[in-house]
Each structure stands twice: as structure tokens, then as C-alpha cells.
């Protein structure tokens, strides 16, 4: 009665009575009078938000309401519903579509969205949600952030974001960007070919542009001492004293003393390179010290392990068995005192001592 002669009581009498309400009867009255608001909260409390959402979504000038449908659309059985929530916010609220996509990140397959965004030509209004999921390195995300930063021509971004993330085909991007006719997007293309380990495209690349900075760093990252020496000679023939000195500094460790010897002869550079031998000379003094420390320190390890066992006490066990031998220490001194009895009277050892005395006169029997 309600729906049919007072329709705007309806909703306060709905939110009064809501548990007390045969609701499948009063959806069906509330759709009869194009009731479209009151139909979704009645959706809503009977746990039927897919119908909640697709109502919102076909009568939204009267049934949408933004909390409302962030409420509903998060707990959708159907997943397709997602997809579809997101193509009416393009077409009816796209200010709002980064804050549903945030809420529906961890539903949605971000492949997929992306590549629903691309088909509509509008993938640049989420560039907030995509940046937001980016940690996640899904290829189909890098690939349409470097699109969107190439085309904004927001080279810093793009350049975070290819050392940052690397799943995406950057071959194919780098291939695109090597004859560009903007200089930033052929440093993106040799900063592309030193990820992916061609180091000699990428320093041709920087080399032709002149940018030795990129190409010194590029050989640095290489460790590739030939890459090293082919740099410097192409540096040498540009008569550029303080480029030589960044170059001996960024690549130390990678130019032989003997090519830079010889490049300060043939150029006449003794003062910029005097700094790399001065560093040279030093490191191989440490080098020396350490060596000549670590054989003092076997030396000395050898000699004390000697003395020691110079200075190690003698096993009284083994020298007693080796000087009486059947006498063990286990014998204990009984064993070296004659057994009782056996000890000869004192007169017989008189007798014997005299005995002794004449054994030259007296017979053997006498003995």
C-alpha cells in the first residue's frame, strides 16, 4: 500500500521493519513501481548483492549510490561483475574509478583489467591504481605504465621504472626507442640494452649521443676490461681532458696501468692521470703489506707450533717400558721388588761375597 499510494514512506518503513518483511514479495511490488533505491537495499539485506549491483548498475540514475555499491560490489559471487563495475564507473564516474579499483585489488586478475582499460582507449585514468600495484611486477602493469609515462613523456618515471621492474618485454622497447627522435627516449634505449647484458649496443647508443656519463656507467656495470680500454681510446681522440680523468675514475678498476701510461704519453695528459697511478701505487702497497702480514702470520705460527712440540714432557709410561721392557705400568712397584723369599740370608750373601773372593782357588761343587 505503501509503494502504491505513498512511496516516499517506503524506505523509512523498510529500514523500521526489515526483519519482519517478506522481501521477495516487496522487491517484486518495489520493481512494479520502478521503486529502483528501495529494490537494492532490499537486495542488499536478503545477501543478494550480485542482483544489488546489477540493479545499481541498470537504473543508476535513481538505484546508484557510491558507499552503497563499494559495500555490495566486495562481496559479488560473480567475478565478471567486477569487470562490468569498472566499465560503468568509466562511463558514469570515472573520478571515482581509481578508488573502486583500490578497493577491488585483490579480486580483480590485473592482467585482465588492463587489458579491459586498453580496448576502451582510456588506460591513462588509472594510472594511480596501476602505480599502486606495480610492486607486484605483472608484465601486463609495467608494460602499460611505460606506455603511459612514454606518452606523458615523463622520462623520469619510466626510467624508475624500468630498473625497478623488469617484467616486460624490453627488448622490443628498446628496439622502438633506438632511433627516436627525442634524446631521453634513446638514453631509455641504451639504458634497456645494459639491462639486458648488451653492453656494446648500449655504448654505441651512448657514444653516439654523446653522453659518456651512460657509457662510462655502462662499462662499469659490464666489468669487461676490453669494453674499458675501447672507451678510453674513443675518448682519447676527443681531446677532452677532464672526460679522460672521469673516465680513469668511473672505470678504475678496469683500465690497465700500461693503456694508461700510454694514453697520458700520446695525449700529454701526466696531470689528469697522475691521480689514477697515485691510486694505483697506493692500492698495490696495501696489496703488498698484506701479503708479506699474512706470511709473517704463517711464519709465526709454524715456529710456535715447533716449540711446542719441543717443549711437550716426556710419557713416563712409554720410557719405562722401553728401558725394562715386560715391565708395564700396570705392574705397579712390587713388580721391580724381588718376590718374598727370594731374597738370599746375609750370611749366604757373605758367603757368597766371600765365596766370591776365592773363586779362582775353589771347584764349582764347593759354589
Not at 3 to 17: Q, T
Not at 161 to 187: M, P, Q, V
Not at 235 to 259: F, H, S, W
Not at 314 to 337: K, R, S, V, Y
Amino acid at each position: 500500500m505503501y509503494a502504491k499510494y505513498s512511496p516516499e514512506r517506503v524506505m523509512d518503513f523498510l529500514k523500521a521493519y526489515n526483519s519482519k518483511l517478506m522481501i521477495p514479495r516487496l522487491i517484486r511490488e518495489c520493481e512494479r513501481y520502478q521503486m529502483w533505491a528501495e529494490a537494492v537495499y532490499l537486495h542488499s539485506i536478503y545477501e543478494q548483492q550480485d542482483q544489488a549491483i546489477i540493479t545499481m548498475i541498470e537504473h543508476s540514475p535513481s538505484a546508484w549510490k557510491h558507499d552503497q555499491f563499494c559495500q555490495s560490489i566486495v562481496n559479488v559471487a560473480n567475478h565478471d561483475l567486477l569487470y562490468k563495475a569498472m566499465l560503468f564507473y568509466l562511463e558514469e564516474e570515472p573520478m571515482l574509478l581509481n578508488g573502486l579499483l583500490k578497493l577491488l585489488a585483490q579480486k580483480l586478475d590485473l592482467t585482465k583489467t588492463v587489458t579491459t582499460l586498453k580496448k576502451t582507449g582510456h588506460i591513462a585514468l588509472i594510472q594511480s591504481f596501476l602505480e599502486s600495484v606495480q610492486n607486484q611486477n605483472i608484465a601486463a602493469v609495467n608494460e602499460a605504465l611505460n606506455e603511459i609515462y612514454l606518452e606523458n613523456q615523463d622520462f623520469d618515471k619510466l626510467r624508475q621504472s624500468i630498473k625497478e621492474f623488469d617484467s616486460f618485454e624490453s627488448t622490443d622497447l628498446a628496439d622502438n626507442l633506438e632511433n627516436h627522435e627525442l634524446l631521453e627516449c634513446r638514453r631509455i634505449s641504451a639504458l634497456l640494452f645494459r639491462k639486458n647484458k648488451n653492453f656494446k649496443k648500449s655504448i654505441e647508443l651512448s657514444k653516439r649521443d654523446e653522453m659518456y656519463q651512460d657509457a662510462m656507467e655502462t662499462v662499469a656495470e659490464s666489468r669487461e676490461s676490453a669494453l674499458a680500454e675501447e672507451l678510453l681510446r674513443f675518448i682519447m681522440t676527443r681531446q677532452d681532458k677532464e672526460l679522460v680523468g672521469a673516465m680513469l675514475y668511473n672505470c678504475y678498476e678496469l683500465i690497465k696501468p700500461d693503456v694508461a701510461m700510454e694514453v697520458a704519453w700520446r695525449c700529454g695528459l701526466q696531470d689528469f692521470v697522475m691521480p689514477y697511478f697515485i691510486q694505483f701505487v697506493r692500492d698495490l702497497s696495501c696489496k703488498v703489506d698484506g701479503v708479506q702480514k699474512n706470511t709473517e702470520d704463517i711464519k709465526k705460527k709454524e715456529e710456535a707450533k715447533a716449540e711446542e712440540a719441543a717443549n711437550r714432557p716426556l710419557d713416563m709410561g712409554m720410557d719405562m717400558g722401553m728401558m725394562f721392557p715386560g715391565m708395564g705400568m700396570n705392574q705397579g712397584p712390587a713388580a721391580i721388588m724381588p718376590a718374598p723369599g727370594a731374597m738370599p740370608p746375609m750370611g749366604g750373601m757373605g758367603a757368597m761375597g766371600g765365596m766370591g773372593m776365592n773363586m779362582g782357588a775353589g771347584p764349582m761343587g764347593g759354589f
